[in-house]
Protein backbone atom coordinates (compact mmCIF):
# COMPACT_ATOMS: atom_id res chain seq x y z
CA UNK A 1 0.00 0.00 0.00
CA UNK A 2 0.82 3.72 -0.30
CA UNK A 3 1.13 5.72 2.66
CA UNK A 4 0.07 9.32 2.16
CA UNK A 5 1.58 11.35 5.17
CA UNK A 6 0.35 14.88 5.79
CA UNK A 7 2.32 17.70 7.87
CA UNK A 8 1.72 19.10 10.33
CA UNK A 9 -1.25 17.54 11.90
CA UNK A 10 -2.89 20.91 12.39
CA UNK A 11 -2.13 24.22 12.24
CA UNK A 12 -3.97 28.14 13.24
CA UNK A 13 -3.35 30.64 10.40
CA UNK A 14 -4.81 34.63 11.04
CA UNK A 15 -7.57 35.74 8.53
CA UNK A 16 -6.09 36.65 4.91
CA UNK A 17 -3.01 35.00 5.72
CA UNK A 18 -1.66 32.27 3.91
CA UNK A 19 -2.01 28.15 4.97
CA UNK A 20 0.14 25.18 3.75
CA UNK A 21 -0.55 21.67 3.73
CA UNK A 22 2.33 19.02 2.92
CA UNK A 23 1.71 15.49 1.70
CA UNK A 24 4.32 13.17 0.64
CA UNK A 25 3.61 9.71 -0.68
CA UNK A 26 5.89 6.66 0.12
CA UNK A 27 6.38 5.90 -3.74
CA UNK A 28 5.75 7.67 -6.74
CA UNK A 29 2.57 9.09 -7.66
CA UNK A 30 3.17 10.09 -10.94
CA UNK A 31 2.50 8.25 -13.99
CA UNK A 32 4.92 8.90 -17.01
CA UNK A 33 2.67 7.69 -19.83
CA UNK A 34 0.34 10.07 -19.34
CA UNK A 35 2.76 12.60 -17.29
CA UNK A 36 0.35 13.15 -14.30
CA UNK A 37 0.77 12.81 -10.50
CA UNK A 38 -2.35 10.62 -9.10
CA UNK A 39 -3.25 13.08 -6.29
CA UNK A 40 -5.91 14.58 -5.17
CA UNK A 41 -7.01 17.07 -2.21
CA UNK A 42 -10.28 17.00 -0.33
CA UNK A 43 -11.90 19.28 2.45
CA UNK A 44 -13.95 17.85 5.24
CA UNK A 45 -15.66 20.57 7.18
CA UNK A 46 -17.05 19.44 10.53
CA UNK A 47 -20.08 17.38 10.55
CA UNK A 48 -19.89 16.89 6.59
CA UNK A 49 -18.77 14.81 3.90
CA UNK A 50 -15.13 15.33 2.25
CA UNK A 51 -15.78 17.75 -1.00
CA UNK A 52 -13.07 17.34 -3.88
CA UNK A 53 -10.52 20.51 -4.42
CA UNK A 54 -7.76 19.36 -6.35
CA UNK A 55 -6.79 16.45 -8.14
CA UNK A 56 -3.69 15.89 -11.15
CA UNK A 57 -1.83 17.39 -7.63
CA UNK A 58 -2.91 20.78 -9.23
CA UNK A 59 -6.51 20.96 -11.51
CA UNK A 60 -9.04 23.01 -9.47
CA UNK A 61 -12.39 21.00 -9.34
CA UNK A 62 -15.23 23.25 -10.83
CA UNK A 63 -16.36 25.94 -7.94
CA UNK A 64 -13.36 25.12 -6.35
CA UNK A 65 -11.99 29.31 -4.89
CA UNK A 66 -9.04 29.92 -6.38
CA UNK A 67 -6.90 30.77 -3.10
CA UNK A 68 -6.89 26.99 -3.57
CA UNK A 69 -3.90 26.15 -5.22
CA UNK A 70 -2.11 22.32 -5.26
CA UNK A 71 1.37 21.99 -6.31
CA UNK A 72 4.05 18.88 -6.40
CA UNK A 73 5.35 16.36 -8.18
CA UNK A 74 6.42 12.79 -7.82
CA UNK A 75 6.43 11.86 -3.71
CA UNK A 76 5.72 15.62 -2.35
CA UNK A 77 2.87 17.42 -2.55
CA UNK A 78 1.40 20.93 -1.06
CA UNK A 79 -1.81 22.51 -1.00
CA UNK A 80 -1.76 25.73 -0.28
CA UNK A 81 -4.59 28.59 0.95
CA UNK A 82 -3.15 31.66 -0.20
CA UNK A 83 -5.78 33.91 1.55
CA UNK A 84 -7.29 31.59 4.80
CA UNK A 85 -11.17 32.66 4.95
CA UNK A 86 -13.95 31.64 7.77
CA UNK A 87 -15.24 28.95 5.67
CA UNK A 88 -12.17 27.44 4.99
CA UNK A 89 -12.01 26.03 8.74
CA UNK A 90 -11.67 22.22 8.25
CA UNK A 91 -9.69 19.28 8.05
CA UNK A 92 -8.02 18.29 4.52
CA UNK A 93 -6.82 15.43 3.42
CA UNK A 94 -4.61 13.81 0.38
CA UNK A 95 -5.15 10.92 -1.36
CA UNK A 96 -3.27 8.77 -3.96
CA UNK A 97 -5.38 7.49 -6.79
CA UNK A 98 -2.20 5.63 -8.45
CA UNK A 99 -2.77 2.42 -7.17
CA UNK A 100 -5.39 0.22 -5.15
CA UNK A 101 -5.85 0.33 -2.24
CA UNK A 102 -6.67 4.11 -2.82
CA UNK A 103 -5.19 5.94 0.26
CA UNK A 104 -5.37 8.53 2.38
CA UNK A 105 -3.44 11.13 4.46
CA UNK A 106 -4.29 11.23 7.92
CA UNK A 107 -5.60 14.48 7.69
CA UNK A 108 -4.97 18.40 8.76
CA UNK A 109 -6.81 20.47 10.96
CA UNK A 110 -6.88 23.81 9.60
CA UNK A 111 -8.46 26.71 12.14
CA UNK A 112 -8.31 30.42 12.80
CA UNK A 113 -5.55 32.22 15.01
CA UNK B 1 -26.53 17.68 -10.28
CA UNK B 2 -25.81 13.94 -8.89
CA UNK B 3 -27.37 13.22 -5.05
CA UNK B 4 -26.13 10.13 -3.36
CA UNK B 5 -27.80 8.96 -0.33
CA UNK B 6 -26.62 5.91 1.66
CA UNK B 7 -29.03 3.86 3.37
CA UNK B 8 -29.16 1.07 6.31
CA UNK B 9 -29.01 0.05 9.58
CA UNK B 10 -27.32 2.15 12.12
CA UNK B 11 -26.67 -0.34 14.39
CA UNK B 12 -25.32 -3.94 13.89
CA UNK B 13 -24.49 -6.30 15.81
CA UNK B 14 -21.37 -8.04 16.25
CA UNK B 15 -20.42 -11.30 14.49
CA UNK B 16 -23.36 -9.98 11.72
CA UNK B 17 -23.33 -8.61 8.05
CA UNK B 18 -23.71 -4.96 8.03
CA UNK B 19 -25.52 -2.92 4.88
CA UNK B 20 -25.82 -0.44 3.31
CA UNK B 21 -27.04 0.83 0.33
CA UNK B 22 -26.39 4.05 -2.05
CA UNK B 23 -29.22 5.23 -4.17
CA UNK B 24 -28.08 7.71 -7.04
CA UNK B 25 -30.00 10.25 -8.41
CA UNK B 26 -29.39 13.28 -11.21
CA UNK B 27 -27.35 10.22 -13.52
CA UNK B 28 -26.76 7.17 -14.19
CA UNK B 29 -24.36 4.60 -12.30
CA UNK B 30 -23.29 3.36 -15.70
CA UNK B 31 -19.93 4.43 -16.94
CA UNK B 32 -18.49 5.83 -13.58
CA UNK B 33 -16.73 4.01 -10.54
CA UNK B 34 -18.75 3.33 -7.04
CA UNK B 35 -16.65 3.29 -3.76
CA UNK B 36 -17.63 2.85 -0.18
CA UNK B 37 -15.33 4.55 2.21
CA UNK B 38 -15.52 4.82 5.54
CA UNK B 39 -14.59 6.99 8.54
CA UNK B 40 -14.55 5.83 12.17
CA UNK B 41 -15.73 8.85 14.29
CA UNK B 42 -13.07 11.33 14.80
CA UNK B 43 -10.57 9.28 12.17
CA UNK B 44 -9.11 9.36 9.03
CA UNK B 45 -10.49 7.89 5.68
CA UNK B 46 -10.23 4.52 4.64
CA UNK B 47 -11.56 3.25 0.91
CA UNK B 48 -13.26 0.06 1.18
CA UNK B 49 -14.16 -1.14 -2.42
CA UNK B 50 -14.98 -0.13 -5.81
CA UNK B 51 -17.04 -1.21 -8.89
CA UNK B 52 -17.51 -0.39 -11.95
CA UNK B 53 -20.11 -1.90 -14.76
CA UNK B 54 -21.70 -3.88 -12.59
CA UNK B 55 -19.20 -6.52 -13.07
CA UNK B 56 -15.79 -4.78 -12.35
CA UNK B 57 -14.81 -5.22 -8.35
CA UNK B 58 -11.69 -4.50 -6.80
CA UNK B 59 -11.54 -4.66 -2.39
CA UNK B 60 -9.44 -3.27 -0.27
CA UNK B 61 -7.22 -6.48 0.68
CA UNK B 62 -7.43 -5.58 4.90
CA UNK B 63 -11.24 -6.03 4.17
CA UNK B 64 -11.41 -8.14 1.03
CA UNK B 65 -12.61 -11.71 2.69
CA UNK B 66 -15.28 -9.41 4.27
CA UNK B 67 -16.40 -7.42 1.71
CA UNK B 68 -19.39 -7.32 -1.33
CA UNK B 69 -20.24 -5.10 -3.66
CA UNK B 70 -23.08 -4.72 -6.20
CA UNK B 71 -25.38 -2.87 -8.49
CA UNK B 72 -28.58 -2.43 -8.61
CA UNK B 73 -28.87 -0.27 -12.33
CA UNK B 74 -32.85 -0.77 -12.63
CA UNK B 75 -32.77 0.93 -9.20
CA UNK B 76 -29.96 3.15 -9.88
CA UNK B 77 -28.25 2.13 -6.35
CA UNK B 78 -25.02 0.55 -5.16
CA UNK B 79 -24.72 -1.74 -2.52
CA UNK B 80 -22.24 -2.82 0.59
CA UNK B 81 -21.82 -6.09 2.62
CA UNK B 82 -19.49 -6.14 5.00
CA UNK B 83 -19.75 -9.73 7.19
CA UNK B 84 -18.61 -10.53 10.83
CA UNK B 85 -18.73 -7.37 11.80
CA UNK B 86 -17.13 -6.06 15.03
CA UNK B 87 -16.39 -3.08 17.21
CA UNK B 88 -13.55 -1.80 14.60
CA UNK B 89 -16.52 -1.39 11.99
CA UNK B 90 -18.09 0.93 13.52
CA UNK B 91 -17.78 4.21 11.13
CA UNK B 92 -19.19 6.82 9.10
CA UNK B 93 -19.71 4.85 6.02
CA UNK B 94 -19.80 6.84 2.64
CA UNK B 95 -20.52 5.97 -0.78
CA UNK B 96 -18.72 8.07 -3.35
CA UNK B 97 -18.32 8.32 -7.59
CA UNK B 98 -15.23 8.09 -9.07
CA UNK B 99 -14.46 9.16 -12.89
CA UNK B 100 -13.67 7.09 -15.77
CA UNK B 101 -10.87 4.96 -16.04
CA UNK B 102 -8.16 6.89 -14.83
CA UNK B 103 -10.23 8.90 -12.51
CA UNK B 104 -11.72 5.85 -10.92
CA UNK B 105 -10.11 7.09 -7.66
CA UNK B 106 -10.78 10.87 -8.06
CA UNK B 107 -13.71 11.13 -5.99
CA UNK B 108 -16.12 14.25 -7.46
CA UNK B 109 -19.65 13.46 -5.53
CA UNK B 110 -20.42 12.12 -2.40
CA UNK B 111 -23.13 10.91 0.05
CA UNK B 112 -23.97 12.86 3.13
CA UNK B 113 -23.25 9.25 5.01
CA UNK B 114 -24.42 7.07 7.37
CA UNK B 115 -22.89 6.26 11.02
CA UNK B 116 -23.18 2.76 11.61
CA UNK B 117 -22.42 1.74 15.34
CA UNK B 118 -21.33 -2.65 15.95
CA UNK B 119 -22.65 -3.16 19.28
CA UNK B 120 -24.66 -5.37 21.13
Known amino acids: DIVMTQSPDSLAVSLGERATINCKSS????????????LAWYQQRLGQPPKLLIY???TRESGVPDRFSGSGSGTDFTLTISSLQAEDVAVYYC?????????FGQGTKVEIK | QVQLQESGPGLVKPSETLSLTCSVSGGSISDYYWSWIRQPPGRGLEWIAYIYDSGTTNTNPSLRSRVTISTDTSKNQVSLKLTSVTAADTAFYYC??????????????WGQGTLVTVSS
Open chain 1, 27 to 38: QSVFYSSNNRNF
Open chain 2, 96 to 109: ARGGGRVLAGRFDF
Open chain 1, 56 to 58: WAS
Open chain 1, 95 to 103: QQYYSTPWT
